[in-house]
């Protein structure tokens, strides 16, 4: 697997986590251990978005950096997985 | 049926802390009814590394619980 396949799958791994813990708080929504571990897979799961986005390009529509330019058809299409 | 005092009586609180008061809720009810089915409320034990979670399809480790394989 190379180093972007990686990234994508720590990104993946840690938007999984929130999804997981999002559910168990909509029940439990005071639960402060929860709640801190909800807000560390946040900050990771950014932080790696930020990493992969810098050196691979956009992951959604909702980060593209430059307002003058359509980066999104720059990077690989879903089906060029290998590209 | 259990006797009430087999019933886990653990108490945890799940108020909304931004919005009201913490209420209580058993992990049981305290006097489950025939014919009823009850989940028991879910204890915060931690979670799993986020890859590990990922693979296993739940953070949650006491809520991993593989097929046997045969």
């Not at chain 1, 929860?34 to 529509?61: I, M, N, V």
């Not at chain 2, 087999?6 to 009201?20: E, F, L, P, Q, W």
């Not at chain 2, 979670?47 to 953070?59: D, F, N, Q, S, Y």
């Amino acid at each position: 697997m190379d180093e972007r396949q990686k990234l994508l799958e720590q990104i993946m791994a840690y938007d999984f986590c929130m999804i997981d813990l999002g559910l168990f708080l909509d029940t439990h929504p005071s639960d402060a251990n929860a709640l801190h571990d909800f807000r560390t897979c946040w900050q990771e799961s950014e932080k790696l978005r930020k990493l992969y986005e810098e050196k691979y390009g956009p992951l959604s529509l909702r980060h593209l950096p430059n307002p003058n330019c359509w980066q999104w058809i720059d990077t690989p299409w879903p089906w060029e997985k290998e590209a | 049926m259990k006797s009430k005092e087999a019933v886990d009586a653990v108490v945890i609180y799940a108020g909304n802390s931004c919005s009201g008061t913490a209420i209580g809720i058993p992990v049981m009810p305290e006097s489950p009814q025939l014919a009823q089915a009850y989940v028991p409320y879910q204890v915060y034990m931690g979670i799993l590394p986020a890859m590990e979670g990922l693979r296993k399809g739940t953070v949650f480790p006491e809520l991993y619980r593989p097929y046997p394989s045969k």
